[in-house]
């Protein structure tokens, strides 16, 4: 079960923990387990996927209620209008 961390009217967002794919890709067809497939048989409706996280990282994951509430986004991050944050925690020594 995924741990749904936000929920209004058009959007749902979950905290993927790493390892878990958000959609099926063609390097990893074989995964069962795909954060918006298991987020649809929670919830019992469709959901629409909003951005992506690689495989091995973790953190929050939107998804769109309908593709209406998705567009705005997409178009929004095809500008690069939202604000990303990304914390990374290294081991060892940069150049």
Avoid: C, W
């Avoid at 959609?23 to 298991?38: D, F, P, S």
């Avoid at 469709?46 to 091995?56: D, F, G, P």
């Amino acid at each position: 079960m995924l741990n749904i961390i936000y929920e209004d009217a058009q959007y749902e967002a979950i905290n993927k923990p790493n390892g878990l794919l958000v959609h099926r890709t063609r390097i990893a067809e074989e995964r069962k387990e795909l954060a918006l497939q298991m987020l649809r048989d929670q919830l019992g409706y469709k959901v629409h996927a909003v951005q992506r996280l690689v495989r091995s990282t973790f953190g929050v994951l939107l998804f769109a209620k309908s593709s209406q509430a998705t567009a705005p986004l997409v178009q929004a991050s095809a500008k690069r209008e939202p604000d990303k944050i990304y914390l990374a925690i290294a081991r060892g020594f940069a150049p």
